[in-house]
């Protein structure tokens, strides 16, 4: 199986230290593109057998840079010199994990699952954030309703200030009062990077791109998952028809595949969640529109720029760029099968009741 992964906790506070002088911003659509800070040398891919640029072959985005600008980081571009020393730091902490006996390792080595950055194709990029537009590398401002809708997500998973000697995460509340409240990417159903966009989830950032006429799919390692975008001009389906990964249209520009994907049931917001993302999606509606422009650089790199709009979320659309570098070795895929012996679920909901019970006998000690 080919994993990718990250080793991504606490990078946020290196790359804020990071910060240096203040450098010009790029555009939402700079031309010629850039490719670290510097302009991409044009280009001319090769040809599938029916005409179409060549973007098959296995691929990942697994990266260290943030959906957003740190806060304190001015800068739209590292030098070489800063990311060295952030990929190092990184590959000390994956180090870590390995450690016999370790809360990291019994929890979930990296290492030993094959799933650290160190063991992997890896899609450099000395951006500060994968968002180029707005310019400071941030999100928009919220909308009042999505900031009514997320808090409303938020208050349905909060507990009460919990007993002496507990802590929030010994009573879980909202989220493990039953199955159905667990978040639907720890359920297995659907998880961040399967539907567009696709940003880095953390691990498994790997995608096989397969062209036939008149279509491009795109094969997802994590989930196993396949999105089919015909290119031939069909309509969009009503809006009754939904899908967990909405519903993609694409079309050629040039040597730009450009892929409009709207339909989504609403729900799939919840799983795009993870290093790169954090809670971005959450409370986004079934309105959202993404558009995906790939666009193949050079023979190892892809870029891949993507627009979210959703009036009811988001004050103004945004723009993010993610690079995309050739797998080595390339494919194939084994299937990931996260279901199938998914006993944390039991487990989580069988340890939450123990830690109510226990924090209830908490409280009732501490009134007598």
Known sequence: MIHRG????GLGALLTVLALATVPVAGQAPAPAKVNGTAAKAYTPPKTADGQPDL?????NSTYIPLQRPKGVTKEFYT???????????????????VPGTQSDVHYDDGQFGLARSQSTYARNLRTSLIVDPPDG????????????NDAITKARTVGTPPPGFTANDIRGGNLDSVHGIKIDTRCL???AVPPPLVSPGYLANYQIIQSPGYVT???ERLHDARLIPLDSRPFPPSSVRSWVGVSRGHWEGNTLVVETRNSNGRVQAAAQGPMTGQTFSGATEDMKITERFTRVSA???DYRF????????ARPWTAEVPFERMDPQGPFFEHACYEGNYSIANMLTNARVLEKRAAEAVKKGSN
Request: charged share 35%; aromatic share 8%.
């Open 190 to 192: 659907m998880m961040a």
């Open 300 to 302: 190892d790199r892809i």
């Open 56 to 60: 098959s072959g296995y691929w990942t």
């Open 80 to 98: 070489p010199e800063e990311m060295d020393k952030m990929e190092a730091a990184a590959k000390a902490r994956e180090d870590e994990q390995t």
């Open 6 to 9: 990250l080793g991504w906790v």
């Open 307 to 314: 627009t979210v709009e959703d009036p009811k979320t988001w």
């Open 218 to 220: 795109i094969l997802v």
């Open 138 to 149: 941030r999100l928009p401002p919220q909308t009042e309703e999505a900031v009514r809708r």
